[in-house]
Each structure stands twice: as C-alpha cells, then as structure tokens.
C-alpha cells in the first residue's frame, strides 16, 4: 500500500459485517496528520463501527489499520501507542465520581501525579473549572459532554476520535464543543476524526469530508470541493436532503 | 415482658462488666465470620467479576446454580461440610471438624454465593459501552476492571452486607460442624441456643441483643463507607 508521508492512520482492504449483510466494505482511507476528517452520512451507515475500527477498540474481520505504517490490531497495540490516542462518544459515559475525578482519569491510569495544573487547564478550557468537585450526576447533558471533551484533551493525543459528540446538545453547547475542537486542532496540531450526521457541523470543522453510505465511502474530498463540487450524485443528494434513507 | 427487660438490662451489666466469657464469644463470632467474609470476597468478587461482563456458552445455568445458592439452607451446609470432614470423610485427615475452621468454611461457602450474585448484578449493569471508554483512555485491562468494580462499589458494598448479615446471624451449620464447645467454638449464635435450652431466657436475650447490635454495627460501617464512596448517596 502506497503511504502518503504525512499519513498517520491508513485503513486497508476493511471489510467487516454483522450477521448476513456487511457494514463496511472500505478498500482504503488515509488520515492526515494534522487533519480534521469529518465522516458523514445516514443513520446506521456504518460510522460508528468505522470508528471503533480506528480507535482499535473493534478489529475488522478482513483488512488492516495501520498506525504511523506499522499494521496493528486492537489485542497488539501496544498500550503506548494506544494511550496517543482516544475518543469522546456520544454518551458522555462519565464514572461516578467527581468531575475533577473524572478529568483526571487518563493522567491518573498512565501513572502521572502530576497532572493537577493540566486538569485545571483542561476544565478552564471547557468552562467547568467551576464544577471541579461537584459530581457529575449534578451536572447538564451539555455539561457532561464537555466533561468527557476535556477528560480527552487533557491526555493531548495526536488522533481525537469523536463520535457524534454534539448529538442532542442544544445550540450554545454545540458552538461551545466545535470551539474547543477547533482550538485543540489548531493550538496543538491535534488530528481529528469526527463522525457526525450533521452535515454542517462538518462544514463548520472539517478539511476534508467522507460520505458514508451502507458502510462504504462514496466520496471523500476536501470540505469546499465536497459541498459545492461534490463529485457523486448521491453526495448531491444527501446534501440536499434528497437521499431518503 | 419481665424477660425483655431483665434481658435487656443483663446484656448491659455483662457488656459493662467486660465479661471475659461474653468477649470470648463475641471475638469468636467476628473472626470467623469476618475470616468467612473476606475468603469469600476473595472468591466471589472475581466470579461476580467475570460472570457480570462474560458471555460464554452455559452462563445461563451458572448463574442459575449461583442464584441457589444464594438460598443454601445452612444446616444442609453444615451436614455437607460435616461428613466432609468427619473421620471418615474424603477431609477427615485435616482434623478440622469441631474448628473454627470448619465453621469458618461452612460461612464461606454460605456467604460466596451472595457475594459473587450480587456482585454480578451491580457489575452487569454498567453501561457496555463504558469499558471501549475506558480503553480508548488508555486504562490496561487491570485498570478496567478495577475501575468497573468501583463503579458498582454500591452493589459490591450490599453484596458484603448481605454476606456477612448470613453468616453472623446462621446457627444450622456453625452448630454442626463447631459443636458449640466453650472456649472453643461457641460463638453468640449457638451460645444463645444453648442458653435457651437450659431455660437461661435473660442471657439468651442479652446474647440476642449483642448479636443485633453487632450486626447493626456492621452495617452501619459499611453503609457509611458507602455514602462516603458514592457521590450520589
């Protein structure tokens, strides 16, 4: 497989199903070092699992992902390369303790003690500085989700994977969460694969857009050629809200 | 009434008195059944580990047979461990019977089951999705399930008060396979049998309601600890 030298993660040949039918056929994707990739596409597409694929946390039943080109599966990674990496879900999935606790988690499983100015930098970043102690069954939907963004950025992974992070957040969160991606990517290089189903939010964020439709990729392209030169009729379609799924 | 209230008032004049015979039995009774408790949390909370996150093939019927012997009948127990250990048992060569390590293994036997089922529960239901979380932040799988344990602390906590409720207040299998011999194995259980065989009802009481407060004690510790653990609480 051909690299491409700032190519940081590579998937090849993937092809992964449940039960009868497939739910991904990718033959290849390349994420830029550096690069906000948005994946969009309908319900049930097949992000999720795409992204669990890339997160390592699910191995595809054919296929490789490759990690700084070095092909790799969740049971070999090393723990040191996993912990460059990691994700925010759409559930927040806080554990039940403190908010500060909880920010810290990462730190505190890689053996850092350190951590207590990176912790209070994190929350400052997300505004929650002020909930530090409070326990996150207090906290807002919209909270909680900020919560899980700095327990992620605290750790300053090179690859941030989010899965439909602003999923049923109201507005001033949603800007709130897209500003501190955006910072993240451009204060500290950091690369970011969003799976979205909001088309604008992937406007809004992204440098490069993939169409995902019955888990393969039909068009991948940078942000401004994807929605207003989009290559492919059904990329037309699904951004007109054509495409009825 | 006379007999609650002479009851009553023996157990205080024997608890200020610091009745060397009464400390002799309530020390009995808190180590083998606080020795009973932690094997059996060294046993069960594994079990109730893996069983809670594990699918595998006859899980089902696992935890069908740990779902009964959350209901194990003591005496059924004691008689087991007793033919177990008696001389001419497949045990009998480790001269245990009569012990307090015999009523200590009648207890673990009796508490593991609701240790590892309750555990189970609590485990089992924390989300899925929290473990690929916690992989994705870099915990080992160690880290996992340490982490997971104390998210079900809640459960894990009622687990090891139900266990020890069973085991400080059983009589059936601690009576069997202990004997109830003075200075020996007479813990406040048999000692209150035995004290309402010889028709001694006040002691019988004052044992009763050392035993209750013991109890009460236990758990109050433990629904502390739990109140201290859980933000929620």
């Known amino acids: ?245 | 009434m006379d007999v609650f209230l002479n009851g009553f008032r023996q157990a205080l004049e024997l608890i200020l008195s610091l009745d060397p015979d009464l400390l002799e039995i309530v020390r009995l009774s808190l180590v083998v059944s606080g020795a009973a408790l932690g094997m059996s949390a060294i046993m069960g909370l594994p079990v109730g580990i893996f069983l809670g996150l594990k699918d595998f093939p006859g899980k089902r019927l696992v935890v069908a047979v740990v779902y009964t012997g959350m209901g194990l009948p003591p005496v059924v127990v004691g008689l087991v461990v007793y033919l177990l250990l008696s001389r001419q048992g497949p045990l009998g060569e480790w001269g245990w019977l009569f012990t307090p390590k015999a009523m200590m293994l009648t207890q673990t036997i009796l508490a593991l089951p609701l240790i590892g089922g309750f555990t189970m529960t609590a485990v089992a239901a924390i989300p899925p999705a929290l473990m690929l979380q916690l992989r994705s932040l870099g915990a080992t799988r160690r880290q996992i399930v340490l982490t997971l344990l104390y998210e079900a602390r809640a459960g894990v906590l009622a687990a090891l008060v139900a266990g020890f409720g069973a085991i400080i207040s059983e009589v059936g299998s601690v009576l069997i396979v202990g004997g109830n011999i003075a200075h020996k194995t007479r813990v406040l259980t048999t000692a209150i049998v035995l004290e309402t065989r010889k028709g001694n009802f006040s002691m019988a009481i004052a044992l009763g309601l050392i035993l209750l407060a013991l109890t009460f004690s236990a758990n109050w510790f433990l629904l502390h600890l739990q109140g201290r653990l859980d933000p929620r609480a």
């Open chain 1, 1 to 245: 497989m051909m690299k491409h030298a700032d190519s940081i993660l590579q998937l090849e040949g993937i092809r992964h199903r449940y039960e009868d039918h497939f739910v991904l056929r990718i033959p290849a994707l390349d994420i830029q070092a550096g690069e906000i990739l948005a994946v969009v596409g309908p319900s049930g597409a097949g992000k999720s699992t795409l992204l669990r694929i890339m997160n390592f946390l699910e191995k595809p039943q054919q296929g490789r992902v490759y990690y700084h080109h070095q092909a790799y599966t969740p049971a070999n990674l090393p723990i040191a390369l996993r912990r460059q990496m990691t994700a925010v879900f759409q559930q927040p999935l806080l554990l039940n303790t403190s908010v500060w606790n909880n920010v810290g988690y990462g730190l505190r499983v890689r053996g850092e003690r350190n951590g207590k100015e990176a912790i209070r930098q994190a929350l400052k970043a997300v505004g929650l500085e002020h909930l530090a102690r409070h326990g996150v069954h207090r906290l807002s939907g919209g909270e909680a989700q900020r919560v899980a963004l700095a327990r992620a950025l605290v750790l300053d992974p090179e690859i941030l994977f989010l899965d439909e992070p602003t999923a049923n957040l109201d507005p001033g969160n949603v800007r709130i969460i897209e500003t501190i991606i955006r910072q993240a990517n451009e204060a500290r290089g950091t690369t970011v694969v969003l799976v979205t189903h909001n088309i604008w939010q992937a406007r809004r964020l992204a440098h490069r857009v993939a169409l995902l439709l019955d888990g393969a990729i039909i068009e991948i392209a940078p942000v401004e050629t994807f929605f207003q030169h989009p290559q492919d009729p059904r990329t037309a379609a699904f951004l007109t809200g054509d495409l009825i799924y």
